[in-house]
C-alpha cells in the first residue's frame, strides 16, 4: 500500500470503560490484561465527549466499551459514531448490562458491532465468560468482586464465579475496592493505577492503604447516614432527600431503607452544569422498571437518564427536580 493513502496505520487498542463502580473498573482491568491497550474511565456525563475524542484517532484499531448504559438523549448519537468507526474498519466491541432498546440492538449489529449484552450478568463476568481463554487464574476473583458489588452475585454465572471463593473473602475484597473507587473519583491518576493493579492480578489488600482508606470512606458513610435519618422527606410512594456534602449514590441506600418506601431517590446539585445528578434505588419487592422510566421522565424534562431495573440514575435540570420526583411518584402510583 502507498502510505500517503492508507493515512497512518492503525495500532491502538482502547477500552472506554465506567469509572464509578468496581464492574466498569474491573472491566476496564481484564480487557487490559486479555488485550492490552489502554484504558479511557468516564461518568455517564462525559461519555459521549470521550467517545468522540478515542474516535478523532486515525491509529485507532480495536475499541471496547465497557459498562456504559445507552439512554435516549445520547444512543443515537452513540449509534452514529460507532457507525463512522466501523467504515473506517476499526473493531469495535460493546460490553454491557443496562437495558438497551431492540431498536438500537439491530443497528449495532447491522453496523458489525460486536455486541456481548445480558441484562443478566453484570458486565465483568461478560467479559470473563467470553476472552477467559486470554486471562489469567486471577480473573474470576475480580469478576465475582464486581457480581458481587452490581448485585448480580445470584445470577448463573456470577454465582458459579463467587462459589470458587471464600464468600467473606470476596465480600471485604469487593466492598474495600468499591469505596477505594468511590473516595477516589476525582483523582483520575489512581483509578488508572488501579485498573493497572487488577490487571496485573493484585488483590485489593495488596494495595497501599487501601483498607485504611476503606474505614474513612465508612465513617464517612455513618455520617451520611445520621443526616439522611433527619433530612428525608417522603411522598406517597417514594423517599427523597437532596444531599449537598457527600455523593448521592452514597446515600441513595439509606434513603430507601430509612424511608420505608419501594423507591428511594437522592439528589446533588452539579453546580458546574446546572444540573441535579439523580441516584434512584429499589426495594427487592419494587415491581417498576426504574431504568426504563428514569431514562424517559428525564428526557422528558430535558435531562437523561436510565440503568437498572432496581437501580439506576440521571442528570435532571435543576429547576426541573420537583417535576421529577413528582412525577416519579405518579407513574409508581
Ligand atoms: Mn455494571
Redesign the pocket.
Known sequence: MTAGRAGPAKTKTVCLSHKE?T??ISSAALIRQAFGGSSVLVDYPGQMDALERIAADPELKSLYIC?LGLSKKNQDGFVSTLGALRKRRVAVTYID?HDLEPKIRRKLASLKVKLIHDVNE??TVQVYEKFKSKLDEHAPFIAACAAVT?YMEDRPAGSRLLAIYDRQFVLVSATVLTYNIVGHQKDPEFLQGLVEDLAASKYPHELDGSFQFAQTQTAKLADVMAKVRTGMKTMKNLGYMEIVDSGASGAVNFVLGFSGKDVGVAYKERVDHGIYAVSVRGSKSCKAHLGKITNELATSLGGFGGGHGKACGAAIPKPKIRAFLRELNKRLG
Request: charged share 50%; proline share 0%.
Open positions: 463502580d464492574d466498569g459498562d448490562h453484570c458486565t452490581d
